[in-house]
């Protein structure tokens, strides 16, 4: 039954698939290597299928792209499926499906990251294409045209023909005046259109390299296996030489409240969106991201017993949904954010008044011990859960270790969550909830124009 | 007395068949006479248990239209002594998770329990199957939030499409009926509809299990009576067998959009089909496979049409068809849709080659067993076998069944069930150049509200 609206944006995929999101994490069979290129190897075991995913993470993604080249990173995610020296174009995922696999691909801000699912035996030809395509991949102007007409099609599926995706994108430009994390994954269409041979070139060129990657192998093998055929297919690649720095152009400070209206006629009903920039996980750092991670959920996790949900849908009965989000993994500082979808008959001015009063009033009470037993308890089940899906772990520690975070931090993360006391979620909400650093939005059909 | 019947069951992985992987199905009768499958694993302390009731939506009566979805929706929100909230902080003091979900034919409930506090937690989720409360206030707040989606779909390109064509192809049967209502029948809506519809949707007779994960036969028997064996015996007489109905032919339904949405369809074949596996391996070929489909080659790879163009080979309960999807800028869907009709027509022509068919059962046969990998995953194929009549033994014999499709059988059901004439394409957007054959019928209007498509 699907009642609740997502408000979240997803990663871009290569193919129209759906990306399963990691749950928090839990304490996994990993084992971790480095090969003497850089490449760092990340082994999860999970015998219960014999199965294995192996997915390679570069550290680069949309964020590290040069200003005006916005979707390059992304652009060349869809051309690493064309010709290499020893493959055709299309015989990688040719060769997957042939071994009774699947394969695909996605890009983020941080990392762009392949992946196969196969039988366990099938894992070093997996290797074997896998590092083909690292170095050696043969780019044609061809492949290039007939590509972007497909990204542009991506784009107009995802976003064009999505109001909810053309409002976050303005929300998104809204909230980071400085840092590239304002620009979308996909890229802007006018640059999109003009993309080419060199753009592209330039991020395989400088990012696609053994020390600038992550290789994950999860399933149904043996660690010193696994490590003995990534160096048998990764580690004859030398190491390169001056990788460039992740260093993000970075936020000034907020001086000043940002409001924006969005009217598309295909908005069936209004809603707001409040965001604030906040701080991410950083290495050895993640308490006060921990607090925060805690604050969401008490705020928004729950459709019903969250703070938002009690004091606007049940108490004061003038939402039909109320939310909050807060992702920590991020290289650079990310955001946290509000939504409320007003019931008919209710004006956006009255959901944002009653979201900012319920907020001052949870920051002047602070959370009961109650509230953050039940966030302890569904946290801590999230993590049984979680092991469900070895996939999950595997991006999960993908994910993490793309982002600034090391195989320590992940393993930490649950029990620090647990670890939150109420003092430190109020402290954490207070820095966060200032009015001059807040970016609100309305998104309205035409005719209703926010007031 | 439990009845367990033990089944192990060996999973060919593979090209090279020297990879392995069992799994137990075991047939477990509650002490109460309700069946269920189960696959024991204890690495995990949790279970997965998925359970579907027969009937779904299409128990609505017509002139109640979107009961039985208002009335799933409604069974998490308050049960026997619990309002809504005070249910849903049970719940997660268990940290159990339930949904329920309902489709044309049916219910759906999945549930994950930990094994350290099972007991009360199936004690919560059998208050929601057979005491839900219904309430007025829960009541209003739901409904508002079914109107709000029905609100939101009516602007969506692809609900708009997938409600025009099934109202088109099955007409006044409840596939061809908005199962989530219409604003109007949602409003009217009132506690004894929903009363009535819970009696009908959830009985005993129509009810399949499948568990996996931290629980033996004994403890799932014990479950099961306590779960389920309150609930009525049997309901109402479910829908019979419709026609797909459509004619070939391209119906546009004007949406501002810069890009079209298609979907298209045509006559399918029945799961019990002697030809099934061979369509089915058909189907994968011309756009059931990813990149490597026909469909795919033709007009992503090759002219960068569209991101995705799809098909499915479909049989619903009561009904089975061929459907796909696409969509592509205004200016080019016209020619995407040429490139269809053109694949449509050589492989029902030309059939498909040896290479081909070796291709798409080596991916089919080898993707097969990666799919039971997880607790959930797993109960859900166990209890979807048992929804469609399959027995456990299908498992294991599935991929031999894929492995006997030839090429001579292949090509002789392309001839005779790929139908290029009764190809019929519903475009929701601003395609330009696109003439609306005359073959397709009377304009469809926009539709208010619409059934789930993908």
């Given at each position: 039954?699907?009642?609740?609206?997502?408000?979240?944006?997803?990663?871009?995929?290569?193919?129209?698939?759906?990306?399963?999101?990691?749950?928090?994490?839990?304490?996994?069979?990993?084992?971790?290597?480095?090969?003497?290129?850089?490449?760092?190897?990340?082994?999860?075991?999970?015998?219960?299928?014999?199965?294995?995913?192996?997915?390679?993470?570069?550290?680069?993604?949309?964020?590290?792209?040069?200003?005006?080249?916005?979707?390059?990173?992304?652009?060349?995610?869809?051309?690493?499926?064309?010709?290499?020296?020893?493959?055709?174009?299309?015989?990688?995922?040719?060769?997957?499906?042939?071994?009774?696999?699947?394969?695909?691909?996605?890009?983020?801000?941080?990392?762009?990251?392949?992946?196969?699912?196969?039988?366990?035996?099938?894992?070093?030809?997996?290797?074997?294409?896998?590092?083909?395509?690292?170095?050696?991949?043969?780019?044609?102007?061809?492949?290039?045209?007939?590509?972007?007409?497909?990204?542009?099609?991506?784009?107009?599926?995802?976003?064009?023909?999505?109001?909810?995706?053309?409002?976050?994108?303005?929300?998104?430009?809204?909230?980071?005046?400085?840092?590239?994390?304002?620009?979308?994954?996909?890229?802007?269409?006018?640059?999109?259109?003009?993309?080419?041979?060199?753009?592209?070139?330039?991020?395989?060129?400088?990012?696609?390299?053994?020390?600038?990657?992550?290789?994950?192998?999860?399933?149904?093998?043996?660690?010193?296996?696994?490590?003995?055929?990534?160096?048998?297919?990764?580690?004859?690649?030398?190491?390169?030489?001056?990788?460039?720095?992740?260093?993000?152009?970075?936020?000034?400070?907020?001086?000043?409240?940002?409001?924006?209206?969005?009217?598309?006629?295909?908005?069936?009903?209004?809603?707001?969106?409040?965001?604030?920039?906040?701080?991410?996980?950083?290495?050895?750092?993640?308490?006060?991201?921990?607090?925060?991670?805690?604050?969401?959920?008490?705020?928004?996790?729950?459709?019903?017993?969250?703070?938002?949900?009690?004091e606007l849908v049940f108490e004061r009965e003038i939402a039909l949904n109320?939310?909050?989000?807060?992702?920590?993994?991020?290289?650079?500082?990310?955001?946290?954010?509000?939504?409320?979808?007003?019931?008919?008959?209710?004006?956006?001015?009255?959901?944002?008044?009653?979201?900012?009063?319920?907020?001052?009033?949870?920051?002047?009470?602070?959370?009961t011990e109650e509230q953050m037993d039940r966030v302890r308890?569904?946290?801590?089940?999230?993590?049984?859960?979680?092991?469900?899906?070895?996939?999950?772990?595997?991006?999960?520690?993908?994910?993490?270790?793309?982002?600034?975070?090391?195989?320590?931090?992940?393993?930490?993360?649950?029990?620090?969550?647990?670890?939150?006391?109420?003092?430190?979620?109020?402290?954490?909400?207070?820095?966060?909830?200032?009015?001059?650093?807040?970016?609100?939005?309305?998104?309205?059909?035409?005719?209703?124009?926010?007031? | 007395?439990?009845?367990?019947?033990?089944?192990?069951?060996?999973?060919?992985?593979?090209?090279?068949?020297?990879?392995?992987?069992?799994?137990?199905?075991?047939?477990?009768?509650?002490?109460?006479?309700?069946?269920?499958?189960?696959?024991?694993?204890?690495?995990?302390?949790?279970?997965?248990?998925?359970?579907?009731?027969?009937?779904?939506?299409?128990?609505?009566?017509?002139?109640?239209?979107?009961?039985?979805?208002?009335?799933?929706?409604?069974?998490?929100?308050?049960?026997?002594?619990?309002?809504?909230?005070?249910?849903?902080?049970?719940?997660?003091?268990?940290?159990?998770?339930?949904?329920?979900?309902?489709?044309?034919?049916?219910?759906?409930?999945?549930?994950?329990?930990?094994?350290?506090?099972?007991?009360?937690?199936?004690?919560?989720?059998?208050?929601?199957?057979?005491?839900?409360?219904?309430?007025?206030?829960?009541?209003?707040?739901?409904?508002?939030?079914?109107?709000?989606?029905?609100?939101?779909?009516?602007?969506?390109?692809?609900?708009?499409?997938?409600?025009?064509?099934?109202?088109?192809?099955?007409?006044?049967?409840?596939?061809?009926?908005?199962?989530?209502?219409?604003?109007?029948?949602?409003?009217?809506?009132?506690?004894?509809?929903?009363?009535?519809?819970?009696?009908?949707?959830?009985?005993?007779?129509?009810?399949?299990?499948?568990?996996?994960?931290?629980?033996?036969?004994?403890?799932?028997?014990?479950?099961?009576?306590?779960?389920?064996?309150?609930?009525?015996?049997?309901?109402?007489?479910?829908?019979?067998?419709?026609?797909?109905?459509?004619?070939?032919?391209?119906?546009?339904?004007?949406?501002?959009?810069?890009?079209?949405?298609?979907?298209?369809?045509?006559?399918?074949?029945?799961?019990?089909?002697?030809?099934?596996?061979?369509?089915?391996?058909?189907?994968?070929?011309?756009?059931?496979?990813?990149?490597?489909?026909?469909?795919?080659?033709?007009?992503?790879?090759?002219?960068?049409?569209?991101?995705?163009?799809?098909?499915?080979?479909?049989?619903?309960?009561?009904?089975?068809?061929?459907?796909?999807?696409?969509?592509?800028?205004?200016?080019?869907?016209?020619?995407?849709?040429?490139?269809?009709?053109?694949?449509?027509?050589?492989?029902?022509?030309?059939?498909?080659?040896?290479?081909?068919?070796?291709?798409?059962?080596?991916?089919?046969?080898?993707?097969?067993?990666?799919?039971?990998?997880?607790?959930?995953?797993?109960?859900?194929?166990?209890?979807?076998?048992?929804?469609?009549?399959?027995?456990?033994?299908?498992?294991?014999?599935?991929?031999?069944?894929?492995?006997?499709?030839?090429?001579?059988?292949?090509?002789?059901?392309?001839?005779?069930?790929?139908?290029?004439?009764?190809?019929?394409?519903?475009?929701?957007?601003?395609?330009?150049?696109?003439?609306?054959?005359?073959?397709?019928?009377?304009?469809?209007?926009?539709?208010?509200?619409?059934?789930?498509?993908?």
């Amino acid at each position: 039954m699907l009642r609740r609206l997502a408000l979240a944006a997803p990663l871009i995929l290569a193919l129209p698939a759906v990306a399963q999101e990691a749950a928090p994490a839990a304490d996994d069979a990993v084992t971790t290597y480095t090969l003497d290129n850089g490449l760092e190897l990340v082994v999860i075991e999970d015998h219960r299928a014999p199965v294995v995913t192996q997915m390679l993470w570069y550290r680069v993604g949309s964020a590290d792209e040069p200003q005006g080249a916005t979707g390059a990173a992304h652009f060349l995610e869809h051309l690493l499926f064309k010709a290499t020296d020893d493959l055709a174009a299309g015989e990688f995922s040719a060769t997957v499906a042939a071994n009774g696999g699947s394969d695909n691909a996605f890009t983020s801000t941080d990392y762009t990251a392949y992946f196969q699912r196969v039988a366990a035996d099938r894992l070093p030809l997996m290797m074997a294409m896998e590092a083909e395509r690292m170095n050696d991949l043969r780019l044609t102007d061809a492949d290039i045209e007939t590509e972007r007409q497909v990204i542009v099609e991506e784009r107009n599926q995802r976003t064009e023909s999505n109001p909810g995706a053309l409002a976050r994108e303005q929300m998104n430009a809204a909230q980071y005046l400085n840092h590239p994390y304002g620009a979308p994954v996909i890229g802007w269409m006018h640059e999109i259109e003009e993309l080419g041979h060199d753009e592209v070139r330039a991020v395989y060129d400088a990012y696609y390299a053994p020390g600038n990657a992550t290789l994950v192998v999860a399933g149904d093998v043996e660690p010193a296996a696994v490590l003995a055929l990534a160096e048998e297919h990764y580690g004859a690649m030398p190491a390169e030489e001056g990788l460039p720095e992740r260093a993000r152009p970075q936020e000034p400070p907020q001086r000043a409240a940002r409001r924006l209206s969005y009217e598309d006629p295909r908005v069936s009903q209004p809603y707001l969106l409040r965001g604030y920039l906040a701080p991410e996980r950083d290495s050895g750092d993640q308490r006060e991201a921990a607090a925060l991670t805690v604050l969401a959920e008490i705020l928004g996790g729950s459709s019903f017993t969250s703070v938002l949900a009690e004091e606007l849908v049940f108490e004061r009965e003038i939402a039909l949904n109320a939310g909050a989000g807060y992702d920590g993994m991020s290289l650079d500082d990310t955001t946290f954010t509000l939504s409320v979808l007003p019931k008919p008959g209710t004006g956006l001015d009255e959901a944002e008044e009653a979201l900012d009063a319920a907020l001052a009033a949870f920051l002047e009470a602070g959370p009961t011990e109650e509230q953050m037993d039940r966030v302890r308890t569904r946290l801590r089940a999230a993590e049984i859960y979680a092991r469900d899906s070895v996939e999950g772990l595997a991006r999960r520690y993908g994910a993490a270790l793309s982002q600034g975070l090391t195989v320590e931090d992940v393993a930490e993360w649950p029990e620090l969550l647990q670890s939150v006391t109420a003092e430190e979620v109020v402290e954490a909400g207070r820095a966060l909830f200032d009015p001059d650093r807040s970016v609100t939005m309305t998104v309205t059909p035409e005719e209703e124009a926010s007031r | 007395m439990i009845r367990a019947f033990s089944l192990a069951i060996a999973l060919t992985l593979g090209t090279a068949g020297l990879v392995r992987a069992e799994i137990e199905i075991q047939e477990v009768t509650s002490p109460g006479g309700i069946d269920a499958w189960l696959v024991e694993d204890h690495s995990i302390p949790f279970t997965a248990l998925e359970i579907r009731f027969e009937g779904g939506t299409g128990l609505d009566d017509p002139d109640r239209l979107g009961a039985v979805n208002l009335m799933t929706g409604l069974l998490e929100e308050g049960a026997g002594e619990m309002d809504a909230r005070a249910f849903q902080a049970a719940r997660e003091d268990l940290a159990a998770s339930f949904s329920f979900d309902v489709g044309a034919d049916t219910l759906s409930v999945s549930a994950r329990m930990l094994t350290e506090n099972r007991e009360a937690a199936v004690d919560l989720l059998r208050a929601a199957l057979v005491e839900p409360r219904f309430d007025p206030v829960a009541t209003e707040r739901v409904r508002g939030q079914v109107l709000s989606i029905l609100a939101q779909e009516a602007q969506n390109p692809r609900r708009i499409a997938g409600r025009a064509f099934y109202e088109a192809a099955f007409g006044d049967h409840p596939y061809g009926r908005p199962d989530n209502g219409t604003p109007e029948s949602v409003a009217a809506l009132t506690r004894e509809d929903l009363v009535a519809a819970h009696q009908a949707a959830l009985t005993r007779d129509g009810v399949h299990v499948g568990a996996v994960g931290d629980i033996t036969p004994e403890e799932l028997g014990q479950l099961l009576d306590e779960l389920l064996g309150d609930l009525p015996e049997s309901g109402p007489e479910l829908p019979g067998h419709v026609d797909f109905g459509l004619e070939g032919g391209i119906e546009v339904i004007d949406y501002p959009s810069p890009q079209s949405v298609a979907m298209f369809g045509q006559p399918g074949l029945k799961r019990d089909d002697e030809d099934f596996f061979a369509a089915y391996v058909l189907n994968h070929i011309l756009g059931g496979g990813g990149f490597e489909s026909r469909l795919m080659t033709e007009v992503r790879e090759k002219r960068g049409l569209t991101y995705g163009v799809g098909t499915d080979l479909v049989p619903l309960e009561n009904a089975e068809f061929w459907v796909g999807s696409l969509a592509s800028a205004n200016d080019r869907v016209g020619e995407a849709i040429e490139v269809i009709r053109a694949e449509w027509d050589r492989i029902a022509r030309d059939g498909v080659t040896q290479e081909e068919l070796d291709a798409a059962k080596t991916f089919l046969t080898g993707e097969y067993p990666l799919r039971f990998d997880g607790n959930g995953p797993i109960a859900d194929i166990l209890v979807g076998m048992q929804v469609t009549g399959l027995p456990p033994e299908y498992v294991t014999e599935r991929n031999a069944l894929i492995e006997a499709v030839t090429l001579e059988e292949i090509n002789r059901v392309a001839a005779e069930r790929v139908e290029p004439d009764r190809l019929h394409f519903v475009v929701v957007g601003r395609p330009e150049g696109l003439a609306q054959d005359a073959a397709a019928g009377p304009e469809v209007v926009l539709p208010r509200v619409l059934l789930p498509a993908e």
